[in-house]
């Protein structure tokens, strides 16, 4: 009787421990089974939210383009996420090749940072359809070939609180400085009427001539002035 009684102890021993561990693996399966599928939906979400991201970003650049393009065409002040942007008056009038309301064209921009920003940041970490061109350290500014919208881009990347401005490209003619001279110095003309008065002989040297190298000087040249008007109070 007592070997009996014992053998059942071990049976139901053995049949408890055979149902705990059947037990463990079916809660490991369910681990398994459930953990990637977590895994997944919060990449999901991650790649959901990194394309949600992508598209706010990218309609937030569209927006401010076509509101400083508005500007523009109005006359009003121009900016590009709060950063005032100087732009040529003609400017806009030969881009949008395709219609989307989006600067196509590659121009020159100057972008100047405030003392406290890290110009070799800005210009080291430039996208790919921006180009820089020059640095002047000496004001915190750097040259880049791009689009608006590359500038756009580049604005985006960076901390646009440490741009300051943005211009455009501007050629400028510097007029000639002022210089001494004296009358009795040949001026140098383009003009065939003053070549052709300073001596009565038919002769042409590009200059005008005070006083002419010729025996008579402009002495007896017959002029003749066409006038549109005289101004009386000039």
């Known amino acids: 009787f007592g070997s009996s009684l014992a053998f059942r102890y071990l049976f139901e021993f053995v049949f408890m421990l055979f149902q705990f561990s059947m037990l463990v693996r079916f809660v490991s399966a369910l681990l398994f089974f459930t953990c990637p599928v977590d895994a997944l ?7 959901d939210s990194s394309v949600n991201s992508a598209e706010t ?3 937030t650049a569209d927006s401010e383009i076509r509101t400083l393009r508005s500007n ?10 709060g950063v005032p942007v100087d732009l040529r008056k003609d400017w806009g009038n030969d881009w949008d090749h395709d219609h989307n309301e989006t600067e196509d064209l590659l121009d020159i921009w100057l972008i ?5 920003a890290s110009m070799g940041f800005w210009t080291t970490n430039a996208p790919q359809n921006v180009t820089v061109v020059e640095t002047l350290p000496s004001i915190n500014t750097f040259v880049v070939s791009a689009s608006l919208s590359g500038v756009a881009e580049e604005l985006e990347m960076h901390d646009v609180s440490e741009v300051v401005a943005i211009s455009q490209e501007i050629f400028v003619t510097i007029p ?14 383009s003009a065939w009427g003053l070549d052709r008065i300073d001596s009565v002989d038919v002769s042409f040297n590009n200059e ?3 006083e002419s ?15 549109t008007g005289i101004n009386v109070n000039n």
């Open 41 to 47: 939906r919060f990449t999901s979400s991650k790649l």
């Open 57 to 59: 970003g990218a309609s």
């Open 72 to 81: 523009h065409k109005l006359g009003k002040p121009t900016k590009l996420f």
């Open 112 to 116: 100047s940072l405030s003392h406290e």
């Open 176 to 189: 000639e400085p002022n210089t001494s001279g004296y009358e009795s110095d040949n001026c140098a003309t």
């Open 208 to 210: 005008y001539e005070w």
């Open 213 to 227: 190298d010729f025996p008579d000087g402009g002495a007896g040249a017959n002029v003749y002035v066409f006038d």
